[in-house]
């Protein structure tokens, strides 16, 4: 008998490969891209930040436009949602790939620090959304001076 040393990397290559044949048969292998009014679900990555005044979250939302964005707070959870629409494709075009994402998203978020919600602002710049949540004073950091008896 062989002693064979464990590779996690060579299982999940393999499932990879397997996939990838998978999804190939199912595609038609010819063309990467999903077949006609199949909407992808998508997830925005997030960057939630906090400094002494607030929590910040910036989320890539690239090619949206702000009418389809739906930003809440409720019960210290901040609730992004939105739908990215498919451009209209020309018949006359020959796509060989279409890998950009589509459809709804909903991400839900539980904020570290209670914030002020009647002071939350938001604004989206070059497909970045970015929320300032301020912080109610009480959760502020404050130093606590030390006497001496």
């Known amino acids: 008998m062989t002693l064979m040393k464990w590779k996690p990397s060579r299982n999940w290559l393999s499932l990879r490969d397997e996939m990838d044949r998978f999804f190939d048969d199912f595609l038609g292998g010819e063309l990467d891209r999903f077949p006609a009014g199949f909407e992808s679900n998508w997830t925005p990555s997030v960057d939630l930040l906090e400094t002494d005044d607030e929590l910040v979250a910036k989320v890539e939302l690239p090619g949206m436009d702000k009418k389809d964005i739906n930003i809440s707070v409720q019960d210290n ?60 004073p009480e959760a502020k950091a404050k130093e606590i001076p030390i006497t001496v008896e």
Not at 92 to 106: A, D, K, P, T
Not at 108 to 127: E, F, H, M, N, Q
């Open 77 to 136: 959870v901040l609730m992004i949602r939105g739908t990215k629409n498919q451009e209209k494709e020309d018949k006359n075009e020959n796509y060989h790939r279409i890998e950009r994402s589509f459809g709804s998203f909903q991400r839900s978020l539980s904020l570290p620090a209670p914030v002020d919600v009647k002071k939350v602002k938001a604004s989206y710049k070059d497909g970045v959304l970015k929320v300032a949540l301020p912080k109610v």
